[in-house]
């Protein structure tokens, strides 16, 4: 078995008074796709903003391959190799599709020839401005901008969510590409067949606690339907 990349132990996390985390733990192997799965409003995003260090963790802990990621700001966590790619199409929108991937660039395999291998629409457009391309290609981009920080961990919040079902296969090819690639990643989408195509394991979440983690082969009717809704 291959040694833990990331370690969520336990974790606490509040939205003012009102707690919204009760000791949630996943972890993330070198080489593995995990799925964290679960209805809206469940916790999926908020777990992955306090992994980011943009939101508080009131109790428990976080680590990337042993390191203390809870004492760092997440401009320094993410410098230890997260990459994320954060639900909605967040791009710099007056700057051209080139400069936002150099404006993220750090070295490594992933550089302007290897996002443009795994998405050749950002080469046809790298000179357009960020705010001119379609709502796929901006999650392209935003997707390769993560990629050119050579992160460790790639973390996907909804990548596909509102796109269009030809954008949506093109994004999945390129999810299992890097599945394949040998990268770590944590994907949150709605797309439970998807999602059973390219995790490892699963852990589901419910009101702010995980409830299950298993492989995808294990995940039966009965629980898809009590903890997901399908």
């Known amino acids: ?23 949630v733990s996943l972890v993330v192997r070198q ?14 995003t908020t777990t992955i903003a306090c992994i980011m260090r943009m939101m508080q963790v009131r109790s428990g802990g976080v680590r990337l391959a042993g390191r203390d990621l809870l004492r760092l700001p ?16 967040r791009c710099f929108a007056g700057l051209s ?11 490594g395999p992933w550089d302007m020839a290897a996002v443009c291998d795994l998405f050749p629409r950002l080469s046809e ?7 001119t391309l379609s709502g796929g ?11 050119m920080t050579n992160p460790r961990l790639l ?3 909804e990548a596909t969510e509102g796109l269009a079902p030809v954008v949506r296969q093109e994004i999945w090819a390129a999810v299992h590409r890097l599945k394949q690639s040998g990268l770590s990643i944590l994907l949150v989408d709605k797309s439970v067949a998807e999602l059973g195509r390219v995790a490892d394991r699963c852990v589901i979440l419910e009101r702010g606690r995980d409830v299950w983690t298993g492989t995808p082969g294990d995940l039966t009717a009965d629980l898809a339907t009590g903890y997901l809704g399908v």
Do not use: C, H, W
């Open 1 to 23: 078995m291959s040694r833990p990349l990331l370690e969520v132990e336990d974790i606490t996390a509040f939205y003012g008074a009102s707690q919204a985390l009760f000791g």
């Open 31 to 44: 080489g593995e796709a995990l799925a964290l799965m679960g209805r809206n409003g469940m916790g999926k």
């Open 74 to 89: 997440s401009f320094r966590a993410a410098r230890l190799g997260l990459g994320l790619v954060p639900e909605g199409r």
């Open 97 to 107: 599709v080139r400069e936002n991937l150099i404006a993220a660039a750090r070295p």
């Open 125 to 131: 457009r790298a000179g357009q401005p960020a705010q």
């Open 137 to 147: 290609e901006q999650q392209m981009l935003t997707i390769a901008r993560a990629l």
């Open 155 to 157: 973390l996907l919040d």
